[in-house]
């Protein structure tokens, strides 16, 4: 019972933090998403490490560049313009690589190739990704359609597990979720396209309701591989949790696991159908 009060508790602290970002948005959720974009890139990095070293988490070089670039992703949203100019990030990212490269070949053998590749895949995975929340909201009706991300992702989970534990009877991913069910993946799309449908409905939109419908309805699939994708990453590395940041949620790539793929994913249908 404590746990779940934990559990509850943490839940309306995080709806409320980070619903009062999405709605004031500009500084308060750059703010926000920079965090949780750095937290959890160290998460990621933690997971990567062997058991034995995931107690002294003091970066090396290749990881301190990893934070680097991170930080200087949003340091080109507050510079220029986060949407027009977002020729500036894939600069960002090229310059990234290059310094990884040059790190690695002055610091050889130090580093096995897979160091390189695991700090970079971390940059793109979790701070870039997680960034796209900030431009949704801060794109055009931004205010309206950074919700979509959530409906897609967390909507959908909530009801996976509804469905999934009301009718579920054949295993999506025997191996890798053996509690996930077929049947409740197609519930997690179908509420999750129904509450956009309604979100449109109620948000009055000058484009038809069914356009936030299709958008939740595409992003809950992929989100569900978000979710997946985390869970393969834990059990590749035999970890339950990657943080401890939200109390009987664990971490930020714990709670953010589906938002992560789901928010470039909404952005980018929000830019072709709006």
């Known amino acids: 019972m404590a746990g779940f009060r934990t559990r509850a508790l943490s839940a309306v602290v995080l709806v409320a933090v980070l619903g009062s970002a999405l709605f004031f948005g500009s500084y308060y959720l750059w703010a926000l998403m920079y965090f949780s974009s750095i937290v959890g890139f160290f998460e990621f990095l933690r997971a990567m490490r062997e058991p034995a070293d995931r107690e002294n988490m003091k970066p090396d070089i290749l990881e301190s560049l990893g934070y680097a670039g991170i930080s200087a992703v949003y340091l080109v949203f507050l510079i220029w313009d986060p949407i027009k100019d977002l020729v500036y990030v894939f600069y960002v990212l090229v310059l990234l690589l290059t310094a990884l490269m040059i790190f690695y070949v002055m610091q050889f053998p130090r580093f096995p190739t897979s160091k390189m590749m695991q700090v970079f895949f971390g940059v793109i995975y979790v701070g870039i990704m ?145």
């Open 130 to 274: 997680l960034s796209f929340v900030y431009l949704t909201r801060m794109s055009e009706q931004g205010l309206k359609l950074v919700w979509l991300i959530f409906i897609a992702s967390w909507i959908c989970d909530t009801c996976a597990y509804l469905t999934g534990m009301a009718i579920g009877k054949h295993k999506l991913t025997p191996l890798l979720s053996p509690k996930k069910s077929i049947e409740g993946a197609v519930g997690g799309v179908a509420g999750a396209a129904l509450a956009g449908f309604i979100y449109g409905i109620i948000i009055k939109p000058d484009y038809s309701a069914w356009i936030p419908a299709v958008i939740c309805g595409i992003g809950a699939v992929i989100s569900q591989f978000g979710d997946l994708t985390a869970s393969a990453i834990k059990r590749n590395h035999d970890i339950k949790d990657y943080g401890r940041l939200i109390p009987g949620h664990g971490g930020i790539l714990d709670r953010f696991d589906s938002v992560i793929i789901t928010a470039p994913i909404v952005y980018i249908l929000s830019q072709v159908f709006i």
